[in-house]
């Protein structure tokens, strides 16, 4: 029988291989939630550098009062990856849920960028 943790990297992992064969070279909009916080980078593949990123745990999101357990937060974190996205020169990406289901919190965040300005 197989570990919840070995089953999600097989997620993750089949999640990944399916993206690289869709994404014709575009940047990967990655999503990782934990407990307490909830965490979004833009990633280059082929340069293999992150290009803009945002957090909960970030001091100017912190001092307004929002914890990244809420979908408000996640909200706040999508428009606010949108925005970097856009000064980093990026308007098309590719979704990376990893191991998560697309409910809550991670839907949250994905329609915020997509409010904000990115396209996936």
Do not use: C, W
């Not at 990244?68 to 000064?87: F, Y």
Request: no cysteine; glycine share 10%; proline share 1%.
């Amino acid at each position: 029988m197989a570990s919840q943790q070995g089953m999600q990297e097989r997620r993750r992992q089949r999640l990944r291989f399916q993206l690289r064969r869709k994404s014709g070279g575009r940047p990967r909009l990655s999503v990782f939630r934990s407990s307490k916080h909830i965490h979004a980078q833009i990633i280059d593949d082929a340069q293999g550098r992150t290009l803009a990123s945002a957090s909960t745990l970030e001091k100017d999101i912190r001092s307004n009062g929002k914890t990244g357990a809420n979908v408000d937060a996640a909200s706040v974190i999508g428009k606010l990856i949108a925005e970097r996205a856009l000064e980093a020169g990026v308007k098309t990406v590719v979704f990376d849920r990893g191991a998560y289901v697309y409910h809550g919190r991670v839907k949250a965040l994905a329609e915020a960028a997509r409010e904000g300005g990115l396209s996936f």
